[in-house]
């Protein structure tokens, strides 16, 4: 009934570019919103769109936000209908704290790791604070060893940026390349070219915490940087954050800014 607007929906959102984790969330949500609603896509309604939403068990912000975004586009891309009586009141978003775990709990924690691919992976994503989706997209030629840098391709908002690569970090690359020998992701996955983001998230539970996440490292090496005397606009632009509103999330969970703050008593 509605496999061909689909078809049409997805090749939308790859002409307009988007991720391809976005392309599979949407396409996902809308899929579920057209077979919930049960009508040929042609005679949907704003009542449909509201309907689903006022029903739908929501279970985090992040995802109601997703949801009304994919039908949205759905609505206004491919079937280029109207949904001007639909209510967008969303729930303000929590402010939470990054999670950042000790720098010298982590060093001491990876320098101990026998295995040379998990030992790369993890110490990777804290030198530099990158992604997962980051660490399992690197590719062999990104790694700049002449000009020490990194290249991160198409990452979060379909933006590159270039990184700084340190010489032990380097060491274990090469390590890590003499031994595995991949071809032309940095890292392979056992059944794949490519490594997954739920291994690199079992990885940081195996060696560093159960109650840790694999986007911890990146909050700690932004933190670590700053409790360095790295300025702001630097963490910046190795973070690839495009404001730096997001970057100054990092004073308030640093233990040494905090800890010069001059208090009355």
């Not at 996902?28 to 449909?48: C, M, N, R």
């Not at 790791?113 to 994503?125: P, T, Y």
């Not at 590719?139 to 032990?168: E, F, H, Y």
């Not at 990885?203 to 790295?230: D, I, M, W």
Request: glycine share 4%; hydrophobic share 35%; aromatic share 12%.
């Amino acid at each position: 009934m509605y496999e061909s607007v689909l078809r049409i929906y997805n090749q939308k959102l790859k002409y307009l570019n988007y991720s391809k984790r976005t392309i599979e969330v949407y396409s996902h949500y809308a899929g579920k919103f057209l077979e919930s609603v049960g009508k040929y896509p042609q005679h949907l309604t704003s009542a449909d769109f509201q309907g689903y939403l006022d029903g739908f068990p929501f279970t985090s912000i992040s995802q109601q936000n997703q949801i009304i975004n994919a039908i949205k586009f759905l609505y206004e891309k491919v079937l280029n209908r109207k949904y001007d009586k639909v209510d967008f009141t969303r729930p303000r978003r929590e402010k939470k704290l990054p999670q950042v775990i000790d720098s010298t709990y982590l060093v001491d924690r990876i320098s101990a790791i026998s295995n040379l691919k998990h030992k790369a992976i993890l110490m990777l994503a804290f030198s530099v604070g990158l992604r997962v989706s980051e660490v399992i997209s690197l590719k062999i030629k990104d790694i700049d060893s002449g000009r020490m840098l990194i290249t991160i391709r198409q990452a979060k908002g379909r933006k590159d940026r270039v990184v700084p690569l340190s010489p032990n970090l380097l060491n274990t690359l090469r390590e890590y390349y003499k031994a595995y020998k991949p071809k032309e992701y940095l890292f392979n996955g056992q059944f794949s070219n490519q490594y997954s983001a739920t291994s690199c998230n079992q990885l940081v539970k195996q060696y560093l915490g159960v109650k840790y996440h694999f986007h911890s490292l990146r909050h700690s090496c932004f933190t670590s940087l700053l409790e360095a005397g790295t300025d702001l606009r630097i963490i910046q632009k190795i973070a690839g954050h495009s404001s730096s509103r997001t970057t100054e999330v990092y004073t308030h969970v640093s233990s040494r800014v905090l800890g010069k703050v001059p208090l009355p008593m």
